[in-house]
């Protein structure tokens, strides 16, 4: 035939790996690609099925092949990895994702836009900062306590730290001490502006997404929660319940059964570890707010709470959390509280 239908491409920062087969899997194209030679590439080839690895820049080449016509599918890598034939090398890896996009079980990537990209970078820099701001304090209560100064966790723990910082009279603190705790303080007042801002500019986005706007209504997500899963998930469809969602994040019992007989154990932390984190912290402040002023609802909650521990029922309401926010988006329905579990 000596039509090339289907191509895997191997992605890198300078040199590409491209493998192309005809209709009855025969090797037409396996060579190496510049970065400059990419688009002139595909640009001559005709329309056909581009498989490539959900790392870094594959939206951005997705997109950049879609526009030229051809049908782009990026795959997780670790679902790529079986079909990698002994040794690894750049051409190895063209042909296994080449062989990979053509299975009809393969699971795919939603290609992200410009604007979901965007959001996320917000989240990663905003988790960024956040690390940071938790390194400087670390750093503060650990160089003071040299002295025999500590405070409470907290907040007000932290400012009275400041305080005796600040006090250019406290003797307990040497001079040349002094300067470095400054020039921390310093620090942690800039990142705590730059994560203010961060969330200004989440919460902007928050308020001009219409989905998003939605999700906030769900108790325990928020605007940052829900932006974040705006932006990770471009299709809700892609997934064919809130079950396959919530698995995708990493939220239900890693298994390892055989012969008829279930093995749960701990929660298989797959998929997004960022979303899972948020959407964890997100059930544990309902619980807590929920501990504080009484049930009224989810009496379900209420049971697990009674034989299990904090964290497993936060385990267990970020999954619900999950399924809710999936049906919301794949549906484009409200969130409505569960009226026939009020007590």
Not at 36 to 55: D, N, T
């Amino acid at each position: 035939m000596n039509e090339v239908i289907t191509i895997g491409v191997d992605l890198a920062k300078n040199v590409f790996q491209v493998h192309g087969i005809d209709g009855l899997g025969a090797v037409i194209i396996g060579r190496q690609l510049r970065r400059s030679q990419m688009l002139p590439f595909f640009k001559k080839q005709p329309p056909c099925l581009v498989g490539m690895e959900a790392c870094a820049t594959a939206h951005h080449w997705a997109r950049q092949l879609v526009a030229l016509g051809h049908a782009v599918k990026l795959m997780p890598p670790k679902y790529v990895k079986p079909y990698v034939k002994r040794n690894k090398n750049d051409m190895a890896d063209a042909e296994a994702i080449c062989e990979a996009v053509t299975r009809p079980t393969m699971r795919f990537v939603e290609i992200k836009t410009r604007d979901q990209q965007s959001v996320l970078m917000l989240h990663r820099t905003r988790q960024l900062f956040v690390r940071q701001r938790t390194t400087l304090i670390n750093a503060l209560r650990a160089h003071l306590a040299e002295f025999g100064i500590v405070a409470g966790v907290g907040r007000s723990g932290l400012e009275r730290l400041l305080k005796v910082i600040e006090d250019g009279e406290d003797d307990r603190v040497p001079a040349a001490a002094r300067d470095c705790l400054l020039a921390l303080r310093d620090q942690l007042e800039m990142v705590k502006g730059q994560v203010l801002d961060a969330d200004r500019h989440i919460l902007a986005w928050h308020r001009s997404s219409e989905v998003s706007q939605r999700l906030d209504d769900i108790p325990g997500v928020g605007p940052l929660i829900a932006t974040a899963l705006v932006a990770s998930v471009p299709d809700p469809h892609v997934f064919k319940s809130g079950r396959d969602l919530a698995a995708w994040i990493g939220l239900v019992p890693k298994q390892n059964s055989t012969g008829g007989k279930d093995r749960l154990g701990h929660i298989s932390k797959a998929g997004n570890r960022y979303l899972r984190m948020l959407l964890v912290v997100g059930a544990l402040s309902v619980i807590r707010r929920a501990k504080q002023v009484g049930y009224t609802r989810r009496p379900w909650l209420t049971k697990l709470l009674q034989r299990r521990s904090t964290k497993i029922a936060a385990i267990a309401l970020a999954n619900k959390i999950a399924r809710t926010a999936w049906a919301m988006m794949a549906h484009g329905t409200f969130y409505q509280e569960p009226q026939s579990e009020v007590v």
